[in-house]
């Protein structure tokens, strides 16, 4: 029988930067000059904390794999970050590709030589890091699971700070501009050539459909660019699709485990079954967020202008798993469409539900809420699995948690959590893997330090893991005895 992957999961930007003497900080992400821009601080899009504050795990990871250890896990998933192993533009590095009938990059010619002329402009202290790292991980019995892109992109493919103030004559527009598939595919076969040896499982993307939607259709939540642009998050979307394909194979070439993507599958219910527009609003937020990437790299099946109106796109079908980061519910309304390109965007989410309640408090439906504001709704673990299998690929949960600073809602969330997984398990469904977010507290993006997932709480200034008991004892018992 194939044993069940039970983990703990980080992103790179999120976790490694904190060393007290300032050592191993990274400034080449657009992150990090995201969260230090005046206008964003001064407008409240961002907490004003800094990564370099942050946990220090690119130093201790040798202190959070043992405490992941001792808590019985057999799993553990990194980032690899982009920008640490080419702080400098790859362009230099010519690749033939060649275009379908669409106009999409459909291959990517990526040769030892292309291997060789890479590993001249590459960072090599940081590749023996991230080596160190997964060689860490094995010695310790863990599978490991590695992401290639977790929202972030280096400075020289992407500077939000330009797009903001003026995207028609930014220069590096990140995934608008299609020559990051070519520069993600260099990337991928890099670091499958470099690392492969040390990787059981390889991801693509974690959320791709975040940088879409929070990135370039709702300017007011903090997330680079920070633009209102249909078009170009339409744009993001099928260069993703094509640099998702395209790594895929990179990997491959060099690396014979699976490749899967990370998706947050969110399941949605209208706000009134009984409403038509609810329901027909609910079905095209479905087809929007969860079903463009599902479709597209399990079956090839792709909406270019978003009309309703399908292709089979062969050279787009490639995956191996599936990972569904998973943490509530959306509850939909009809809206009036609001954009020209995205014809398919008729809704909205209810106020009161899912990510948008009040945090602390309760939900519309009487469901506690977390310090994030988002609804506890453990169902919706069931409904988003099964979403998934409907593409008959193996599923891991990549992500599960809840932002509880006193650790009051976190056993309970973990538990309820894990029993719908099992439920789902027991109707049909290929899940062989859970991992929660987080082992410790971490950098929360526009939200800083001020939002706290883990399962270790982090002294600021000692950087100690101190636990955070009911919920470390509450998960260390399910993955030793199971359910009770």
């Known amino acids: 029988m194939r044993e069940f992957a039970w983990g703990v999961v980080q992103s790179a930007f999120q976790f490694e930067m904190g060393d007290p003497l300032r050592r191993f900080i990274d400034t080449r992400t657009d992150w990090w000059h995201w969260v230090r821009d005046p206008l964003n601080i001064k407008n409240d899009l961002v907490s004003g904390h800094l990564p370099e504050d942050g946990i220090n795990n690119y130093g201790l990871y040798e202190i959070d794999h043992q405490l992941a250890k001792d808590m019985g896990l057999n799993a553990y998933q990194i980032t690899v970050e982009w920008s640490r192993i080419f702080p400098c533009p790859t362009y230099g590095v010519e690749v033939d590709f060649e275009r379908d009938s669409y106009g999409l990059i459909k291959r990517v010619k990526i040769t030892k030589e292309t291997l060789h002329e890479l590993e001249e402009i590459a960072n090599a202290k940081e590749v023996e890091h991230y080596r160190e790292v997964l060689k860490n991980l094995k010695e310790l019995g863990f599978s490991t699971f590695v992401t290639l892109n977790h929202q972030t992109q280096p400075i020289w493919l992407h500077d939000p700070i330009h797009v903001r103030e003026n995207f028609e004559k930014a220069r590096a527009k990140g995934w608008v501009d299609e020559r990051a598939i070519l520069e993600f595919a260099k990337f991928a076969a890099f670091v499958a050539w470099k690392l492969g040896d040390l990787v059981d ?19 007011y939540v903090g997330w680079p660019p920070g633009i209102l642009n249909p078009k170009a998050a339409k744009a993001v979307i099928i260069n993703q699709l094509v640099g998702h394909a395209r790594a895929y194979e990179a990997v491959k070439t060099f690396s014979d485990k699976p490749v899967g993507i990370i998706l947050n599958i969110i399941p949605a219910y209208p706000r009134d079954p009984n409403d038509p527009k609810d329901v027909k609003a609910t079905e095209n937020y479905d087809l929007f967020h969860n079903r463009i990437f599902l479709d597209g790299v399990n079956e090839g099946k792709v909406d270019l202008d978003f009309d309703g109106n399908y292709v089979k796109i062969d050279h787009l079908k490639r995956n191996d798993w599936i990972g569904n980061n998973y943490y509530t519910r959306e509850v939909i309304r009809y809206t009036e469409p609001k954009y020209e390109e995205l014809p398919i965007i008729n809704f909205v989410g209810t106020e009161g ?67 719908k997984m ?38 600021p200034i000692s950087k100690q893991r101190i636990p955070r008991p009911r919920s470390v004892e509450t998960y260390k018992k399910i993955v030793r005895e199971g359910l009770p």
């Open 353 to 419: 539900y899912g990510y948008s309640s009040e945090p602390n408090s309760v939900s519309k439906d009487n469901n506690p809420t977390s310090d994030f504001g988002w609804e506890c709704f453990p169902q919706g673990m069931y409904d988003s699995i099964m979403i998934g299998n409907e593409y008959r690929k193996p599923i891991y949960i990549t992500e599960n948690g809840i932002a509880d600073s006193r650790d009051l809602l976190r056993p309970r969330y973990i538990k309820e959590h894990v029993e």
């Open 422 to 459: 099992f439920e789902a398990i027991q109707a049909g469904a290929d899940v062989r893997g859970y991992f929660h977010w987080a082992l410790t507290d971490n950098y929360e993006w526009a939200m800083g330090f001020k939002i706290k997932f883990g399962l270790y709480e982090v002294d």
């Open 201 to 219: 499982f390889w991801a693509t993307f974690d959320e791709p459909m975040v940088t879409v939607e929070l990135g370039y259709l709702a300017p």
